[in-house]
């Protein structure tokens, strides 16, 4: 089915791993991002992707790497995790810029 | 930081009756989405509405956007319980056409 997958669904990390959320989308879009979204905080926008081997830097970015190797790849990066990362990330894709977003079912992650 | 901040908050309503939610934003857009997520789900588009636009439907959705007031809202018609979700604005602007959301209001529909 065409869309946006993340994996995993569910992660547990320890303070101090590093580990890389996947997003994936065969609908060849051009523009990707990531969210995370905490209660009473909407989503707040990561890091952000306008086509391979281009990224820039959200509002709240600090913690994470992205890279863009492929049109259909937009992996996250958690470089040390802290317990303030404990979330739920969503990716999302849109055709161009502007256009709607498809999102995907999310990753909840939990740092201890 | 948020660009778009919804009201009310929190929402409940009978079955068949409409709902109402505004968004307000801050700055200049290019356009204005909505979003719906239910419980513990991914966000699912709805509608987007272009600045130059004043008014747009879709089904028993009805979204208008005044950009002088710099406010959004979204009606939904004779609501059912399967509506019960979280709505959230989201705004298109600046050259790289990052999309911003709100906070999001919690519609509960009770049957």
């Known amino acids: 089915n065409a869309g946006v997958t993340q994996t995993p669904k569910f992660q547990v990390l320890k303070t101090g791993q590093s580990m890389t959320l996947q997003c994936a989308q065969d609908?060849?879009?051009?523009?990707m991002s990531w969210y995370r979204q905490d209660p009473g905080m909407g989503l707040r926008l990561i890091h952000y992707?306008?086509?391979?081997?281009?990224?820039d830097q959200g509002e709240v970015p600090n913690g994470y790497n992205v890279s863009r190797s492929t049109t259909e790849d937009f992996p996250l990066r958690l470089l040390s995790a802290a317990p303030s990362q404990t979330s739920v990330y969503f990716c999302?894709?849109?055709?161009?810029?502007?256009?709607?977003?498809?999102f995907g079912s999310g990753t909840r992650l939990t740092v201890v | 930081s948020q660009q778009g901040e919804e009201d009310p908050q929190a929402l409940s309503i009978q079955e068949g009756e409409n709902a109402t939610m505004n968004c307000s934003y801050k700055?200049?857009?290019?356009?204005l989405q909505w979003y719906r997520q239910n419980s513990g789900r991914g966000l699912v588009h709805l509608i987007l509405?272009?600045?130059?636009?004043r008014e747009k439907h879709s089904g028993r959705l009805r979204v208008t956007l005044d950009t002088s007031k710099k406010s959004s809202s979204l009606l939904i018609t004779a609501s059912r319980a399967a509506d019960t979700a979280s709505y959230f604005c989201?705004?298109?602007?600046?050259?790289?056409?990052?999309?911003?959301f709100g906070k999001g209001t919690l519609l509960t529909v009770n049957p």
């Open positions: 999302a894709s849109s055709m161009t810029l502007g256009d709607g977003y498809t």
């Open positions: 609908m060849n879009h051009e523009y």
């Open positions: 992707s306008v086509g391979a081997g281009i990224t």
């Open positions: 700055t200049s857009i290019n356009n």
């Open positions: 509405i272009r600045s130059n636009e």
């Open positions: 989201a705004t298109v602007g600046g050259s790289n056409y990052k999309l911003t």
